[in-house]
């Protein structure tokens, strides 16, 4: 690559050896690319390490595990379904003489919702499929078919026979005649023939069979069965496997509607991140390893076999390792995948990620702390998850949890109040108590009862904003009467990297809540653990964070796949949320900060402005990342959102600032620029109010452009505090470099 940038295939091999290295696996082969070029193939490390060493090589054979799953079984499934000989939608006792199935469809087996038991050790007592499905059928269904998802082999053995019934083959002979042979894969099958054994990887030195197993099936229960089941039997090579995912992304191994359906985020609503055989939207820090973008699918074999793909994009990733060998008891495949994808995943993807929230993690652990609880909810209606469905409809299909009182915070549940509004407590099915106001917390008695306090609220990373000091007055409650709280996490939309402004001197306001910087870089659920090691440190305080998924503190909010919902009426983009950490300190002068104008905290003005002398003023350094260019602009009445700003209906002179590099951009750093250009530009004219140093969190600010100091010298006399605050805060998230 140009500039002496490393190529794509030394990156992927670093990557590999990387995750190699810190899974202690015994090697890998990596194969990354596109529908028509292969990026990257590369192998490192062995293939087996006793009784002889064996380096992995490009071409080394791996026991698939469960992409037999995808590879083999659901596409097998489709097959069928395309010629109409299996109805997905159809009981499995229409296809297997078993009647104890009847309540299970085809989908709930091929999307893991059937109730069924993940699996039992079967392989000790029966020899055939057919046996071992007997067995499975005599045990209870964990749950209603269809309500929950729980990954299963089982289903998938189901399938497997399905096929062999519906189509009167074998399911090897069938997806050889099928998928294998049309695809010209010439190194994957069930049962490899005894001349492969050369170049299979070794797996597991296996208890039960009392061999190290090369080339033959590690899993015991498709052992048992000859070798040849829905949910594993499959070997393969990644060159092989590349071949097929092209295939599936071009149409030529199922109709492009049927990929359409078998990829279909919230096909299930049970899991949303189910689709058909293939895992969407998977979570990297679970066993499918990370898909980085949100139209990704994906799938994950025991082994250490994983693959995902960006139909999109049209690229995927492959890699295939023997963790197991030469001992289940070091195979570490969580690491391996996260430590080979998420590199691999950042330099296609450098700007965007696939974040899942705190809500979303818990309808992914199926409500699991919450069940049979009575909760009560701090909230809003930027509380939402990834689909898009609000907190409350979420909880609407919880399991066994009851939501007994909701509190809100500034801007109210709905967030349509105008800042600084009070809003009134609600009687609705659920009450609503507002503690902005007259109060802003929760008494015991509303308390009393509750078995656990949730909070979700979308923050904007300013400390002027003020639902983190709603938040620590609940904290302050909760850990009063004795009850736990979990806080849902979200993205700080600023992002977690870059920290700007004075730590607060006099944290004791709603909009200065802490001894934080202006831009403090930190989550809701960060700030929740910041309060407990400083204002709460001598509580009793229960605190849980659900954490974010797949969120690095670089990244800002439009890098995270998510919608973003205004979190109040004047914070209308992501954007503007950025701005808002240095732009929301003019609220405390007497120049418009842009309320009633259709780009608040961006539009920056008065009647008496002189806009080209005050940018003229602006040091460039100060405003990199920003555009600032002059505009005339007259503030209006806008019901919900501004009903009387600054110099409503009069002619204001100002700046329009926009963000053309966010990762670059300094908005505390513009604004002090700003302020002591106005002040020198319009010394007569520009004042401050009250607020100001409440809002900055002390009058240092303001004596030092007062005193006419550089704003570049101000700024960088922040520099050595902010890097003290930020080697104690708290950090939950990992930066990737």
Known sequence: MANGAPSIQDQVRAALESAVREAKAPGAVAYVGDIEHTHAHVATGARQLVPDLLPAETDTVYDLASLTKVVATTTAIMLLTENGTVDLGAPVSKYLPIPAFGLITVKHCITHTAGLNPGRPFYKECNTIDAMLERYAAIPLK????????????????????????????????????????????????????????????????????????????????????????????????????????????DRILKRETVDRMLNLNVTPAWPWQGVGWQLDAWPTKNFGFLPARDSAGHAGW????????????????????????????????????????????????????????????????????????????????????????????????????????????????????AGASVGAQQAPIPVVSLYGKRTAPTRDELHGIDTLVIDLQDVGARYYTYAATMKACLKACADAGVPVLVLDRPNPAGGVTLEGPIAANPNSL??????????????????EWFRANDLKDSKLNLSVNLLDSWQPERLFDECSLAWVPPSPNIPTPQTALLYTGTCLFEGTNVSEGRGTDAPFATIGAPWIDAARVIAALPAEATAGLRIEPIVYTPRSIPGKASSPKFKDEECEGVRIGVADAAAARPFAATVAMFCAMKRVHANKFAWEKSFDVLAGSSALRERIDRGDDPMRIIADYAAPLAAFDAVRPKLYVQIT
Request: charged share 25%; proline share 5%.
């Open 511 to 528: 909009v200065c809540w802490g001894a934080v910087p202006a831009r403090h870089g930190m989550t809701m659920g960060e700030i929740a």
């Open 143 to 250: 749950w209603p078919p269809g309500t929950r998802w729980l990954y299963s082999d089982v289903g998938f053995m189901i399938l497997g026979r399905i096929v062999e019934r519906a189509s009167g083959e074998k399911l090897d002979a069938f997806c050889q005649k099928r998928i294998f042979d049309p695809l010209e894969l010439r190194d994957t099958r069930f049962n490899p023939p005894a001349k492969w054994a050369t170049r299979c990887a070794a797996t597991e030195q296996c208890p039960w069979r009392g061999r190290m197993m090369i080339g033959q099936v590690h899993d015991e229960n498709a052992y048992a069965v000859g070798g040849v089941a829905g949910h594993a039997g499959l070997f393969g090579t990644a060159s092989d496997l590349a071949a097929y995912i092209r295939a599936l992304l071009t």
């Open 303 to 418: 082994t250490g076999t994983s693959a995902w793909l960006d139909r999109k994009a049209g690229r995927f990733a492959i890699l295939l390792s023997n963790t197991c060998h030469p001992s289940r008891a070091t195979r570490d495949n969580e690491t391996l995948r996260r430590s080979f994808h998420t590199p691999i995943g950042k330099m296609y993807y450098p700007n965007s990620t696939n974040v899942h929230t705190g809500l979303d993690r818990l309808v992914r652990e199926d409500f699991r702390d919450l069940r049979g609880k009575r909760v009560a909810l701090l909230t809003h209606h930027a509380a939402i998850d990834q689909f898009g469905r609000h907190i409350l409809d979420v909880f609407a299909r919880a399991p066994d949890v009851t939501i007994v009182r909701l509190f809100s915070p500034e801007h109210g549940i709905g967030g349509q109040a105008e």
